[in-house]
């Protein structure tokens, strides 16, 4: 199994310092993650059989064995796009996104989030957020075994649309909340449309309920970045789960014949979308304008929030301020209640903003503008049903002048805050910045922290979007942003994650 050259104990890994944190010894015999293999697949290679071949490996090998397996495949060539292409079929295939787009399926939703983490991440550690996703997927897997024994089945062929008839098909199922049609009408959609045309279709249904907390539109947005580096050729099954999930509505009626609040501001921004100025793209950025935004989410409920980002879109504000004030509004709300509802509202604000970016109806863009504002209060409410949100704005967030000088002492202090104390970790950051720290020394040192600390789901999913966010916040908000992430980044001083140690076990280190 292993080269001549390299010995077993290279799978240990070691420590080093507090700034280059960790490496492991182990991704040294391992063929490097190419260049090639980060870039959206351009469609010109033969459809492989190796990829069904792996993804096959991945859903029927035993958890405990599955690390040393895929290892194997890497020293015999097997590439990183096909094994993620691989591990992204299996979870769909074996992960329903029933009862709730969350829990067990949060094995689907972190693919493209280890992927992200692994694109910016060194080199030499690009292969540890494949083995950790592709880990989770076996323990979510193992779960979805034992509660129900769903498996994704083929669909009846003669019930598959034609390709003229499968996009309206899909819509009017959609609208319907039909499950049944809509799967099928996914697949023949898969079969014979394009991705452009598929996934407008699917970023009008991706935000249109405020179901699941954001997993719904996550999932939509992750999508469609998965596919684009594996391949449109493996959308069916992803497309057909897409289905299952933007259509769950568990103890709710059917949405179509009611009137519930999870599904209302969708409906009422459609009307006020429509009122947005024709050249609307173009706009001023005013700091005042976001300030003032910000205390409407704070403060308002969900059409009043729409109301505000209209009037501001309308006086000439650009949608960069409406982002810019969801993204802040949503970082103040974590860091007034850390956990898991305030970690998704900066979650579902990255993905609301990639479907923003990537849709290429106009309709469609304007009501995600609006929708993400009516999101930020809805998180708010659901923030106050678990308990206490602290009395803290971001404005009171101070630049630490004791820690704040750029050296390695104060970078090494804020990576243990952020375990320890995480208000002091935010006031650090903001000192290291305003005494010429980088920005992205911490992004760094965080981002590796979740490779070998990263125990949930979560801590690559939300590390990746406000590590990516940073640099789609205007450059004006880009420091308060930064301070508020740590609420949720992991620290130094957290626990390490198994997948090293299961590693080092399963190959004999």
Not at 221 to 240: C, D, F, Y
Not at 287 to 306: G, M, Q
Not at 487 to 502: A, F, K, Q
Request: net charge neutral; proline share 4%; hydrophobic share 40%.
């Amino acid at each position: 199994m292993f080269p001549n050259n390299t010995s077993r104990r290279h799978f240990l890994y070691r420590s080093v310092s507090p700034l280059s944190l960790f490496s492991l010894d182990w991704v040294q015999f391992l063929p490097k993650v190419s260049a090639e293999d980060l870039l959206p697949d351009s469609e010109s290679r033969i459809v492989e059989k190796s990829v069904h071949e792996l993804a096959h490996l991945i859903e029927t090998e035993n958890r405990n064995q599955i690390v040393e397996s895929i290892a194997s495949r890497i020293l015999a060539g097997a590439s990183y796009r096909d094994l993620l292409a691989a591990l992204m079929i299996a979870a769909v295939r074996n992960v329903q996104p029933q009862p709730s787009v969350g829990f067990k399926f949060h094995a689907v939703l972190v693919i493209h989030s280890a992927h992200l983490a692994a694109v910016s991440g060194p080199d030499t550690d690009r292969w540890l957020p494949y083995f950790w996703a592709l880990d989770y997927f076996k323990r979510r897997q193992e779960e979805e075994r034992r509660t129900s024994g769903w498996q994704m089945q083929p669909l009846p062929e003669s019930k598959i649309p034609s390709i003229t008839r499968a996009k309206s098909m899909f819509i009017s199922a959609m609208d319907r909340w039909d499950v049944e049609a809509a799967e099928l009408a996914a697949a023949g959609m898969a079969r014979g449309l394009g991705s452009v045309e598929v996934f407008d279709v699917l970023f009008r249904y991706a935000a249109r309920d405020y179901r699941s907390i954001g997993h719904k539109v996550i999932y939509v947005a992750n999508s469609w970045r998965t596919l684009q580096l594996i391949g449109w050729r493996h959308a069916e099954p992803v497309l057909r789960s897409l289905a299952l999930a933007l259509l769950n509505h568990r103890g709710d009626p059917n949405p179509s014949q009611s009137d519930l609040s999870v599904d209302r501001p969708w409906r009422e921004n459609e009307a006020k979308a429509a009122k947005i100025r024709k050249d609307w793209l173009d706009g001023k950025n005013d700091t005042r304008a976001v300030k003032s935004l910000i205390d409407t989410l704070r403060e308002s409920d969900p059409a009043n929030a729409a109301d505000a980002a209209l009037a501001l879109v309308q006086s000439g504000q650009s949608a960069q301020s409406i982002w810019d004030a969801v993204f802040i509004g949503s970082g103040e709300l974590l860091m007034q209640q850390p956990g898991i509802i305030g970690l998704h509202s900066l979650t579902t604000a990255n993905a609301m903003r990639q479907a923003f970016m990537h849709s290429g109806d106009d309709r469609v863009r304007r009501r995600l503008l609006l929708q993400a504002c009516s999101f930020v209060p809805m998180f708010r409410q659901s923030a106050g049903g678990r308990g206490r949100v602290r009395d803290r704005k971001f404005s009171q967030m101070e630049p630490n002048p004791l820690q704040g000088a750029a050296d390695d002492a104060a970078l090494t202090s804020i990576l243990k805050n952020i375990s320890r104390n995480r208000d002091e970790a935010a006031n650090q950051t903001l000192g290291w910045i305003a005494n010429g720290g980088s920005p992205e020394s911490i992004i760094d040192a965080t981002r590796q922290l979740v490779f070998l600390k990263g125990n949930d789901a979560h801590d690559y999913k939300y590390s990746s979007a406000v590590l990516e966010d940073f640099y789609h916040v205007s450059p004006a908000w880009r420091d308060q942003f930064l301070a508020l992430s740590v609420y949720n980044l992991i620290g130094s001083e957290d626990r390490d994650n198994s997948i090293v140690s299961r590693i080092r076990q399963a190959l004999g280190a």
